[in-house]
């Protein structure tokens, strides 16, 4: 039987804060974190922003969780800022603060050492697309619809679209969605290259599990070596990037997962990978 643990995030050093913005649940190694404001959308605010990192923390440290997925409540996976709080709350130097923080959570998404899936359940707008362009892999539901929207605003992107966007979908897809502000359906932006996958509503979270079951077969260890290479292959010229797999592999040579999965091959079973 899945071994399934639902949990709110407590209060702690590291966040403390109301917690219920943002519910975790571990379901066979894959932490889902449920962004939880769905009467706002799950816009983001500076108390959704520890909650998802101490979140993060949380699955960093337990080695028995291989993925993570980001979803949301509700109609929304989420619409960006959250302009209430902007307007009436932060003020400028408090808006600069919270878009400093907005950009470290979505490089730290980024650049987070186990692959992170994002299940879009529904509108992904705004800082709700950036959180996705940081994600590795991405489902979505039929039914959501994907668009920047700050220019709807007269706001500029300040989580990484304008840089992370174009660089997915190519230039003049990107541009489209910034300048006019559009909302679109999920199947468009698997045919752009944004979305994995797209699934029927009521299938989102098994397809997305399927997923998460799938990685949590591999190795810990090769997962987090695969997705540098992709990452950092991705700033450098080709030649380089070749250079830097190969040194890889060299490396990875000496790995227990890499000798545990040949001795597997060899004795036809499933392998038994611990990440080292």
Same mark, same amino acid.
């Given at each position: 039987m899945d071994r399934i643990k639902s949990t709110k995030l407590q209060a702690t050093k590291e966040a403390?804060?109301?917690?219920?913005?943002?519910?975790?649940?571990?379901?066979?190694?894959?932490?889902?974190?449920?962004?939880?404001?769905? =009467?706002?959308m799950n816009s983001l605010t500076p108390d959704v922003l520890e909650a998802i990192n101490a979140a993060l923390g949380e699955a960093e440290r337990q080695p028995e969780v291989t993925s993570v997925v980001l979803t949301g409540s509700g109609r929304a996976f989420c619409a960006g800022a959250d302009l209430k709080y902007v307007k009436t709350q932060a003020g400028e130097v408090g808006t600069n603060r919270f878009l400093e923080n907005v950009l470290a959570?979505?490089?730290?998404?980024?650049?987070?050492?186990?692959?992170?899936?994002?299940?879009?359940?529904?509108?992904?707008?705004?800082?709700?697309?950036?959180?996705?362009?940081?994600?590795?892999?991405?489902? +979505?539901?039929?039914?959501?619809?994907?668009? =920047?929207?700050?220019?709807?605003?007269?706001?500029?992107p300040g989580g990484g679209s304008s840089v992370r966007l174009p660089r997915i979908i190519g230039?003049?897809?990107?541009?489209?969605?910034?300048?006019?502000g559009d909302f679109v359906e999920a199947s468009e932006m698997l045919t752009a290259g944004l979305v994995n996958k797209v699934v029927d509503d009521d299938q989102l979270e098994i397809a997305t599990q399927a997923v998460a079951d799938k990685i949590a077969t591999k190795s810990p260890l090769g997962l987090r070596r695969m997705k540098a290479l992709v990452d950092d292959g991705l700033q450098q010229?080709? =030649?380089? +990037?070749?250079?830097?797999?190969?040194?890889?592999?060299?490396?990875?040579?000496?790995?227990? =997962?890499?000798?545990?999965?040949?001795?597997?091959?060899?004795?036809?079973?499933?392998?038994?990978?611990?990440?080292?």
């Open positions: 403390k804060m109301p917690m219920s913005v943002v519910v975790t649940e571990i379901r066979n190694g894959s932490m889902w974190i449920r962004l939880n404001r769905p =009467d706002a959570t979505m490089n730290r998404i980024e650049k987070f050492p186990k692959p992170v899936i994002a299940a879009l359940n529904g509108l992904t707008l705004a800082g709700g697309l950036e959180l996705v362009l940081c994600c590795d892999l991405v489902l +979505a539901a039929r039914s959501a619809k994907i668009g =920047d929207a700050h220019a709807n605003y007269g706001l500029l230039a003049t897809r990107a541009k489209y969605l910034l300048f006019t010229s080709v =030649d380089t +990037a070749l250079r830097l797999e190969l040194l890889a592999c060299e490396v990875h040579q000496h790995s227990a =997962d890499l000798h545990e999965g040949l001795a597997a091959f060899t004795e036809k079973r499933a392998p038994r990978f611990t990440g080292r």
